[in-house]
């Protein structure tokens, strides 16, 4: 199981645009059939907000996030990013980034079983 680790948040006002990066341990693509970012609200349970198909490059987007967020790959294969634009209070919370369900994404949904999560990394919208 490699080790991820998550950066790049901070505060930003509405509408404007962050990246995240999350760097692994090893190669992504060759330990993990998938993975993704999720988020975790003040007070609200994570959720899988953005995941990829490390196999056939496929995608999935929470519907809350579609069309301003885009999760992508590195050249080195050890670093996933999400490229998040027009941002709202309510993208405010923790991100993580974890393996998911390569089932899951066949099924358009974006999940894990992981029970190993990382520090994350802070996102703060507000003006």
């Known amino acids: 199981q490699l080790q991820l680790v998550e950066s790049g948040g901070g505060l930003v006002q509405p509408g404007g645009s962050l990246r995240l990066s999350c760097v692994a341990s090893g190669s992504i693509v060759d330990a993990y059939a998938a993975i993704g970012w999720f988020r975790q609200a003040p007070g609200k349970e994570r959720e899988g907000i953005s995941c990829l198909n490390n196999v056939d490059g496929t995608t999935v987007y929470a519907d809350s996030v579609k069309g301003r967020f885009t999760i992508s790959e590195g050249n080195a294969k050890n670093t996933v990013y999400l490229q998040m634009n027009s941002l709202k209070a309510e993208d405010t919370g923790v991100y993580y980034c974890?393996?998911?369900?390569?089932?899951?994404?066949?099924?358009?949904?974006?999940?894990?079983?992981?029970?190993?999560w990382g520090q994350g990394t802070q996102v703060t919208v507000s003006s």
């Open positions: 974890v393996p998911v369900s390569r089932t899951g994404l066949l099924l358009n949904q974006c999940i894990t079983s992981t029970d190993s």
